[in-house]
Antibody
């Protein structure tokens, strides 16, 4: 069965960076895109960016352009997202999610989420 | 960015009764090239990731009970739970995938009356 397993919770100081991982299993990793979505306390879900795993193409929300980098390691079937220059407003649960089979659409499987806390 | 607005923010429905959540987009989500509405619905329980319920506005994801249905086109959509069960208590989100950035509604909390 399709599974996306994310790395554990992180606590970071303002100005630091964090790199999150999302290990995929149960499907052909290179055939689907992976998205990253975050959910700050009491806020709506917010799309951050995606990577088309096969070619490594990425696209980011303009809000996070320059501060977020999404990569993948196809041999490890793992996607990564690094967020730099962290601030307190980045405290949130970060999810990876798989794009649908035809690409550029809904998210049919989600990781369990990684809580990132940014605090001095 | 396409703004997604859900209504109401919360609703309380008796067990076995119908619950309807509305979602309005700031732009048309119906593609003329494939005649599909680029709209999905998700259910989220506390401490859990969202779960896909409906895609293409009205297609039910495999394994989702048939009491969940999606309707609408263009800019106005709805998610209906025909007979509310206790396990349906959750927050529901609509999402557009017509244009980047993908955007979500603010969520609707469904509770038992």
């Amino acid at each position: 069965q399709v599974q996306l397993v994310q790395s554990g919770a992180e606590v970071k100081k303002p100005g630091a960076s964090v790199k999150l991982s999302c290990k995929a299993s149960g499907y052909t990793f290179t055939s689907y895109a992976i998205h990253w979505v975050r959910q700050a306390p009491g806020q709506r879900l917010e799309w951050m960016g995606w990577i088309y795993v096969g070619k490594g193409n990425t696209k980011y929300s303009q809000k996070f352009q320059g501060r977020v980098s999404i990569t993948r390691d196809t041999s490890a079937t793992t996607a990564y997202m690094e967020v730099s220059s962290l601030r307190s407003e980045d405290t949130a649960v970060y999810y990876c999610a798989r794009d649908c089979d035809t690409g550029w659409c809904y998210f049919d499987h989600w990781g369990q989420g990684t809580l990132v806390t940014v605090s001095s | 960015d396409i703004v997604m607005t859900q209504s109401p923010d919360s609703l309380a429905v008796s067990l076995g009764e119908r619950a309807t959540i509305n979602c309005k987009s700031s732009q048309n989500l119906l593609s003329t090239s494939d005649n599909k509405n680029y709209l999905a619905w998700y259910q989220q329980n506390p401490g859990q990731p969202p779960k896909l319920l409906i895609y293409w506005a009205s297609a039910r994801e495999s394994g989702v009970p048939d009491r969940f249905s999606g309707s609408g086109s263009g800019t106005d959509f709805a998610l209906t739970i025909s007979s509310l069960q206790a396990e349906d208590v959750a927050v529901y989100y609509c999402q557009q995938y017509y244009n980047t950035p993908w955007t979500f509604g603010q969520g609707t909390k469904v509770e038992i009356k």
